[in-house]
């Protein structure tokens, strides 16, 4: 039965959106269900190859090498079980010969719940005579070489016999040159999931292609047919080299036609327009700005006008440096939509950064707009009382603008007319919570996100493709520029006081500083890192520090994922809030100083309380972890210390130096670390200290992190939802496949002309790491 070909084909052909269990077997596609969330066809033959392994003919017994994939024609001399001595459960191994050597297998039986674990059937099996063919990789136990459990198909019968045996289906595989491996879990083995890809791919009819034929003749591309023929089952490397290339192609098409697609519909679904009124809200506030836009500015503010103006609903990124004046362009947004009676919620990542934008907020707009506008704070931290009268403000209309946290999605805050979401820092909040506070609005609200993110052309393509962007490239005039400069200190250990010896000139010229550790306490990281594992929801915690630096999760010995392992040289301890603090304390040159810790594990209380004494002068030197990473703005710090830099990704170092440097006085950012001269690590602390164009920084940093950081758990709150595209290096292709997009939706929004490719953006749609994109 698993031998079907193509060619005969059954009358009750699957398609791709058959469930997986009517042609697996239930406990399979149970296990496949578990281990990977796969439903249908389409799932499991999306379940591409890690990687493909070459495997000989069977191997002579003689010649194995360790780390090697073999397969051995062999029969059984012994059989043997014992009880391991150090954990619960059994060792069974197994002697095998193939006329000249012998080879010893092993298999672990793990015991559950302290049982012993018996492998009695394993015993049985492979008793003493019996003839098969295993395959496994060569590991080295001692001075022995063995197969750790090896796949395995017994046959009666003898070696003349071997034609017969060698046409099984399952043996022609093992025998096969490429092997693909799969990701697979303890439960469901690679040899599992190739088994039940070859019995899809037979009971598959014919498979329609997405990709319209005159786009696949361009791009080169074979069929869907053949390509997932040949990337699940294919003889040669270029076999699955093009199939993989067509495949790829094939998703950044299907996404980015999904992505359009949606951008289009959102824009087609209705809503108020917010139009200003002449002497209203927004004319007073422009007639008191101290200052001029920048063009950026200007060119921003009058896309958002146009899109507030209009009745279908606003998606826009603005993305801007730190500094570059994002937070006015919000306001006057804001403003704009209190002139047509609407409210403004702004939705901040911690409550210090809320609490900031509310003084702030308050104080650009002056005592007379302040009063007639009522900016209002709702936190989860707020007392009871006061936050019946909040809400009240908020469901009256009174209130024309509220900041908040994520306090501001539950379910008892009801707006009178909510018009505009902006929200500050998108990265932080997953995209299901947006669309919470979404659906707050009588009509959809228009949608502004601010980022001081740089993002990569590629990623906005891919990750925002359902927004559009303005970008504030340029930042105010009269910016003093922020001097970087890496201190070494495994070279010069040393310098480690020198750094404290600036800090200390700085104060005393009247400034202030900031110093940042990877750590609150001795071993203690960050607490926001504890939230890694779990969904990275919006918190007050700084999650952030997850979502861009994989690399501060991860302590001293532990590795982190592809491209973004800790550096070896972690030999020192790392530097933490407390200890920092305690030594400062007693060093000369900063005695008579305010210093003062700032971290995750204060109340919001407290770290509201010291963000305040520090914009207001009354500390001197601010210790803290990222908490302080982003938005805070304190013109009078003139020096930001970043210890153990390399412990931080590229953007968030950019990010935390954006915090000088902001008033009048020039900026200086000392990246400390102990990674030595020409390891990656100090090469990417290299690349901040050389350039303070955020832009090439981030592309940068998107080449170094983990693309799932990049798409997954920071965007959506869900791992990472792409399979072959990688963001990093395949920008061409994706910004091709982008264009055919807008061109075939432009002509045909609704995919009539294109059932298959309708069918595949739903099946995307679906999906539901990506049920976001629904919500436009
Ligand atoms: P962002 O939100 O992008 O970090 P803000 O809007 O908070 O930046 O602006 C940073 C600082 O620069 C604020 O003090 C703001 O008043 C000031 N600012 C903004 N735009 C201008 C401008 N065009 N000229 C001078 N100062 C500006
Ligand atoms: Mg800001």
Same mark, same amino acid.
């Given at each position: ?59 002579? *017994? &003689?010649?194995?090498?360790? +780390?090697? #994939? ?10 043997? @079980?014992?009880? /391991? ?113 070859? *019995? &899809?791919?037979?009971?598959? +009819?014919? #498979? ?10 361009? @791009?080169?591309? /074979? ?554």
């Amino acid at each position: 039965m698993t031998g079907v070909q193509p060619s005969d084909v059954p009358s009750d052909a699957k398609t791709l959106d058959s469930s997986l269990g009517t042609i697996v077997g239930g406990g399979t596609a149970k296990e496949l269900a578990n281990a990977f969330g796969m439903q249908t066809i389409a799932d499991l033959l999306g379940h591409y190859p890690r990687r493909y392994a070459l495997r000989g003919e069977s191997t002579d *017994l &003689t010649r194995l090498i360790v +780390g090697d #994939i073999v397969t051995v024609i062999a029969q059984v001399v012994s059989v043997t @079980e014992s009880e /391991m001595k150090n954990r619960p459960g059994t060792r069974v191994t197994v002697r095998i010969t193939d006329g000249r050597d012998t080879l010893s297998l092993v298999f672990f039986g793990k015991g559950k719940n302290g049982t012993r674990g018996s492998q009695n059937w394993r015993t049985r099996e492979l008793s003493p005579g019996v003839r098969g063919i295993f395959a496994g990789k060569v590991t080295e136990f001692g001075d022995q070489v063995q197969l750790a459990h090896p796949a395995y198909k017994l046959f009666d019968g003898d070696l003349e016999d071997l034609d017969e045996v060698v046409s099984d289906p399952k043996v022609k595989r093992m025998l096969q040159d490429i092997v693909p491996i799969y990701p697979a879990t303890a439960k469901i083995t690679s040899w599992e999931i190739a088994d039940a890809v070859a *019995l &899809t791919l037979g009971a598959l +009819g014919p #498979i329609p292609d997405p990709v319209p034929e005159m786009l696949r003749r361009d @791009e080169h591309l /074979m069929s869907q047919a053949e390509a997932l023929e040949l990337i699940h089952r294919p003889h040669t490397a270029t076999d699955w080299q093009s199939a993989r290339d067509t495949l790829r192609f094939t998703e950044a098409w299907v996404l980015q036609c999904a992505l359009v697609q949606q951008h289009t519909q959102a824009k087609e679904r209705h809503t108020t327009a917010r139009e200003p009124v002449p002497g209203g809200f927004l004319d007073r506030f422009d007639a008191q700005l101290p200052f001029v836009l920048t063009l950026d500015q200007q060119i921003a503010a009058a896309e958002i006008a146009v899109d507030l103006s209009s009745t279908s609903p606003m998606s826009r990124l603005v993305q801007g440096e730190v500094g570059s004046g994002k937070t006015v362009v919000a306001l006057r947004a804001m403003l704009a939509v209190a002139d047509s009676g609407g409210q403004a919620a702004l939705l901040a990542p911690t409550e210090v950064l809320a609490g900031q934008h509310l003084r702030s907020i308050t104080a650009m707009l002056g005592e007379n707009l302040a009063a007639d506008l009522m900016p209002t704070l709702l936190t989860g931290q707020l007392p009871a009382a006061q936050k019946r009268k909040t809400l009240l403000r908020i469901v009256s209309g009174q209130s024309h603008i509220v900041i908040g946290t994520h306090a501001l999605m539950s379910d008892n805050v009801e707006f009178f007319d909510l018009g505009l979401v902006v929200i500050d820092e998108q990265h932080r909040f997953g995209v299901n919570q947006r669309e919470v506070l979404r659906q707050k609005g009588a009509t959809p609200p228009h949608t502004l996100v601010l980022t001081a993110t740089p993002i990569p052309r590629t990623i906005a393509m891919t990750v925002f493709g359902d927004l559009d962007v303005s970008t504030i490239a340029t930042l105010p005039a009269g910016r003093q520029p922020i001097e970087s400069v890496v201190v070494p200190l495994d070279e010069h250990p040393s310098w480690f006081f020198r750094i404290w010896d600036r800090v200390a000139e700085e104060v005393a010229l009247g400034r202030q500083a900031f110093v940042v550790c990877p750590a609150i306490a001795p071993k203690l990281v960050e607490e926001g890192e504890l939230l890694a594992e779990s969904e990275n929801a919006a918190t007050d915690a700084p999650a952030r520090a997850v979502a861009s630096a994989p690399r501060v999760a991860t302590r001293p010995g532990q590795r982190a994922g592809r491209g973004a392992a800790v550096p070896d040289e972690h030999k020192h301890p790392i530097n933490d809030v407390e200890t920092l603090i305690g030594g400062m304390r007693q060093y000369r040159p900063l005695a008579g100083l305010r210093i003062e810790p700032l971290h995750g594990r204060m109340t919001s209380e407290e770290k509201d309380q010291t963000m305040r004494a520090f914009a207001a002068g009354d500390i001197d030197v601010l210790v803290a972890t990222t908490v302080i990473e982003v938005g805070v703005d304190v013109p009078n710090a003139s020096v930001m210390v970043v210890m153990d830099a390399d412990r931080f990704g590229v953007s968030q170092l950019h990010q935390l130096r954006g915090r000088v440097g902001r008033g009048g006085v020039p900026g200086l950012c000392l990246l400390a670390t102990y990674a030595k001269t020409g390891s990656t690590s100090r090469e990417r602390i290299d690349a901040v200290a050389a350039t303070l164009d955020g832009f090439r920084l981030a592309e940068l940093d998107l080449e170094l992190r983990q693309e799932g950081n990049v798409l997954g758990d920071s965007q959506s709150g869900d791992r990472s939802s792409l399979r072959l595209l990688r963001v990093a290096i395949d920008g061409e292709l994706i910004a091709r496949a982008r264009q055919a997009a807008l061109f075939l939706i432009g002509g045909d929004p609704a995919l009539r002309t294109e059932p298959v490719l309708r069918q595949a953006v739903e099946r995307r749609l679906n999906d539901n790491q990506l049920t976001w994109l629904h919500k436009g």
